[in-house]
């Protein structure tokens, strides 16, 4: 209970007025507890977006200074990276002798993507 509802309370014994100082003091837990709620849904935001910021960054590269990476394709450039990955493993698999190199790095690839399961 604060310090100014107490001396509310021993200031005046009308009941409403009891019961009005229960509810400034219920209203105020309420917005302290909606405080922090909605500081942990913006920290779960920004985690977020640091998230997909990294996966647009891999896959288009670091952005030019003073500028980030638009958001809004990254599901299309997902599936066109795993496109590229998905051809690379064809054409590794009918040439190992030109492409060994290739094979090995979607080897990684691979055991990154089990590992990630």
């Not at 009891?18 to 942990?40: H, M």
């Not at 492409?99 to 590992?115: G, S, W």
Request: net charge negative; hydrophobic share 40%; with cysteine.
């Amino acid at each position: 209970m604060s310090e100014l509802t107490k001396r509310l309370r021993e200031r005046d014994d009308d009941s409403d007025f009891r019961d009005l100082c229960g509810l400034i003091e219920e209203a105020a837990d309420e917005i302290e507890r909606l405080e922090e709620e909605a500081e942990s849904s913006h920290w779960l935001c920004a985690r977020q977006s640091d998230l997909l910021t990294g996966v647009v960054n891999a896959i288009r590269g670091h952005p030019p200074t003073l500028t980030l990476w638009s958001h809004h394709n990254a599901p299309d450039l997902a599936k066109a990276q795993k496109a590229v990955v998905d051809a690379a493993r064809v054409v590794a698999a009918s040439s190992t002798v030109f492409y060994q190199p290739l094979e090995d790095a979607i080897r990684a690839l691979d055991a990154l993507d089990k590992a990630n399961d």
